[in-house]
């Protein structure tokens, strides 16, 4: 899983850096942090003196891969936790340290930093796991598993090892609690031809879990590494093999025995990214009353900055929490999506900032205010991105976010052939930047879950070369997010989540093969005007804009209080340009 349970913090433990994305390499004389460029500003703050960060991506750094085969002495053996590396990650280090002057990487039983963590590292959460009802989901948990074993054939395979929880989740129809912000549970499962089983904790499950559960076998939840050990004989003498998702981590693989594993695509990863009509209308839903949350905190907050002394006064996670409150009072939320992006002035410039109290910024209607926030809503996942100035923008941040504008709006009216890749598209959302020299350090963007994890594979928008195997087809759902980030000053970015469909096209070059898709957003915000300089926008972006705002005016005015400030605040930043 991307994020994780408080129980599994060890990188923040250890460091005090604790960004979703980073690796931490310690040595006997040295401590290194290997990060992307959305975190270079936070993890330097974070981290004392004891650590080097090596800024990953810029030229003549190294991944922490190459840092282990490359950088440190010949003959080293490299102590690693198997659970928490990939099974391909795994296998191709120790060939690599095998081969340079007899080195070695070494699955460890017991994870190191949870000795030096000890009897102050949180437990292991015990939820109970609740059934997503099919109202929602749009299809039975044995239907799914159907499906899945479909696949076997192709695969030249006699059974699937699921170990990525949301795909586990989505599999069984099931959601739980133990990581914040994503509604899943630890389990792992195994699916054959002739049975299915969930390894998962035997106190998470209820009576109607249980009753849901029905002809499947439930283990607990570190049996599966011992009885995937006791299966292996029997693929051997069988000839046949398990296959096992490419983000398995290297001590499922090692029970089995590699020869007794392929590793590959889940086929989970493609069906659960195919929304079906249900999960289609759930997030177009959600979204709507997701806007209504969003209206009512910027008329809240728009009023408290300016009319009632919060100027000054009010500080970032005041506001977030505001924020929180007004999206739980929609129907069907149950929780936030991750932890909200409330940012002022400098704070915006760090792109995945999260407000800590105390240590946090107040509001300055002067400074420019990034707020990325997102709900789970038992019919979907919310995830959106506004930037706004209360005051008087200079010239130079109306520019900046106008061409991010500009980029959002090209990648929005793009039409594509069926199968294109986000890698293909996403200079579309670079080139207004790029035309100034500009640019920012992030993907644009990213597959959304429905009532799942935020961020989910395989599509996405950006210059990963894994995208270029993730063509979009319909169904699929993706954010639309450029931005611009001026380090100690301020951030932009404009972030709508969008429904992958089908659209129409006088030709269709493809002769039938998948037709033309194009991105229908179901965000509905209002995109302030104040901050664009309209004179950049040709009359086409215009038309986008006016469209889209009048959109957003039609669906979500009916679920707010007539003259509300929420109310009168979006029929203002709603009417035309």
């Known amino acids: 899983s991307e994020y994780v349970a408080a129980c599994d913090e060890r990188r923040p433990f250890i460091s005090g850096f604790d960004g979703s994305a980073g690796c931490a390499v310690i040595t006997l004389d040295s401590a290194s942090m290997f990060t992307d460029g959305r975190y270079f500003l936070q993890a330097r703050q974070q981290m004392d003196d004891n650590w080097t960060l090596m800024k990953r991506g810029l030229p003549g750094v190294p991944t922490w891969q190459e840092y282990l085969t490359d950088h440190l002495p010949a003959g080293t053996r490299v102590g690693i936790d198997p659970t928490l590396l990939s099974s391909a990650e795994g296998t ?5 340290l095998n081969a340079r002057g007899n ?4 699955a460890i039983e017991e994870n190191l ?3 030096v963590w000890g009897s102050q590292r949180p437990p ?3 939820d109970k796991v609740f059934i997503h009802d099919v109202k929602y989901a749009g299809e039975s948990h044995m239907d799914k598993i159907t499906r899945v074993r479909a696949g076997f054939e192709s695969q030249d395979t006699d059974g699937l090892v699921v170990a990525a929880l949301d795909e586990i989740a989505w599999l069984f129809n099931l959601r739980g609690s133990d990581i914040d912000y994503n509604p899943v549970f630890f389990a792992y499962a195994l699916v054959t031809k002739a049975d299915v089983t969930l390894y998962i904790d035997d106190a998470k499950l209820d009576s109607n879990v249980r009753s849901h559960l029905q002809g499947i076998k439930t283990r607990p939840y570190s049996a599966i590494f011992g009885e ?6 029997s693929l051997v003498q069988s000839k046949r093999k398990l296959l096992a998702g490419q983000n398995a981590s ?3 693989v090692k029970a089995l025995g590699e020869d007794n594993v392929k590793v590959d695509k889940s086929p989970i990863t493609m069906l659960k990214s195919l929304k079906n009509p249900t999960e289609l209308d759930g997030m177009r839903q959600c979204h709507i009353r997701d806007g209504a949350a969003m209206a009512n905190y910027f008329g809240w907050l728009e009023h408290e900055l300016l009319f009632n002394g919060g100027h000054l006064r009010l500080s970032e996670v005041d506001v977030a929490d505001k924020l929180e409150e007004l999206r739980r009072a929609q129907k069907h939320c149950v929780g936030l999506s991750f932890d909200t992006i409330s940012s002022v002035g400098p704070n915006g410039a760090i792109i995945h900032y999260s407000p800590k109290r105390g240590s946090d910024a107040l509001l300055d209607v002067n400074k420019m205010y990034l707020c990325d926030s997102g709900g789970q809503y038992l019919d979907g996942t919310t995830d959106v991105t506004r930037t706004y100035h209360f005051g008087t923008p200079s010239a130079w941040e109306r520019e900046c976010f106008t061409r991010v504008l500009k980029g959002h709006i090209a990648l929005d009216r793009a039409v594509f052939p069926s199968g294109t ?12 930047l790029w035309e100034l020299g500009l640019d920012y350090r992030h993907g644009t963007g990213h597959g959304v879950g429905s009532f799942l994890n935020v961020h989910e594979g395989p599509q ?10 993730a063509g979009f087809q319909h169904g699929m759902t993706i954010t639309n997010e450029p931005g611009y980030y001026e380090d100690g000053s301020f951030g932009i970015r404009i972030e709508n989540t969008c429904l992958v469909v089908k659209t129409e096209t006088k030709f269709d070059y493809t002769g039938g093969a998948g037709g033309y898709l194009t991105f229908e957003p179901v965000t509905m915000v209002p995109i302030q005007k104040k901050l664009i300089r309209s004179g950049l926008l040709n009359e086409d972006e215009k038309k986008w804009l006016d469209e889209y705002h009048q959109k957003v005016w039609d669906k979500v005015s009916p679920l707010l209080e007539e003259g509300s400030l929420g109310y009168e605040w979006l029929k203002r930043e709603t009417s035309p340009i």
Do not use: C, F, H
């Not at 995937?228 to 004989?233: I, R, T």
């Open 250 to 252: 290297w001590a499922l």
């Open 228 to 233: 995937l050990d006791e299966l292996s004989a």
């Open 124 to 126: 292991r959460p015990q």
């Open 103 to 106: 080195g070695d990487l070494v």
């Open 113 to 115: 930093v949870d000795i």
């Open 421 to 432: 890749s986000g890698y293909a598209l996403d200079p579309l959302a670079r080139l207004p």
């Open 460 to 469: 996405g928008v950006g210059m990963r070369m894994n995208y270029l195997s």
């Open 92 to 96: 191709s280090l120790k060939k690599t």
